[in-house]
């Protein structure tokens, strides 16, 4: 069974959609389940200001990435980075056991889209 948590963020994910001149892109995917998800990132000051994601999948995989950008806007990138795929399912309450692995998308692609983000960087400098 889903929580009432995780069937709000199913129905209504928060932060859909694409970032066009995003600072960071990061993606995962299940090749077992086939689900797919990607994550956009603006930065300033260190900080993740704005987070969108688009998303191709099972309600775990929308409900678990609508919270991963919900945990992470507004962070450090550090404290981004480090947000990990059981901080998701705390986050929503619990996720059935079969549909733990939807919340490593939303902690992979974000870790992904940090790392790109800091390559982009490195760069530049
Ligand atoms: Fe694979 Fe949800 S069933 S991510």
Do not use: W
């Given at each position: 069974m889903y929580t009432d948590i995780t069937l709000d963020h199913f129905k209504s994910?928060?932060?859909?959609?694409?970032?066009?001149?995003?600072?960071?892109?990061?993606?995962?995917?299940?090749?077992?389940?086939?689900?797919?998800?990607?994550?956009?990132?603006?930065?300033?000051?260190?900080?993740?200001?704005?987070?969108?994601?688009?998303?191709?999948?099972?309600?775990?995989?929308?409900?678990?990435?609508?919270?991963?950008?919900?945990?992470?806007?507004?962070?450090p990138l550090m404290a981004a980075y480090t947000i990990s795929n059981k901080d998701i399912m705390e986050a929503l309450g619990g996720l059935p056991e079969e549909k733990e692995h939807c919340s490593l998308l939303g902690a992979v692609a974000l870790k992904k889209a940090i790392a790109n983000y800091a390559s982009k960087l490195k760069k530049s400098q």
């Open positions: 994910p928060r932060n859909v959609g694409i970032i066009e001149d995003a600072d960071g892109v990061g993606s995962a995917g299940d090749p077992n389940c086939g689900d797919y998800l990607i994550i956009y990132i603006k930065v300033e000051n260190g900080f993740v200001s704005d987070i969108k994601f688009q998303v191709h999948g099972c309600c775990g995989a929308i409900a678990s990435s609508s919270m991963t950008t919900v945990l992470a806007k507004g962070k």
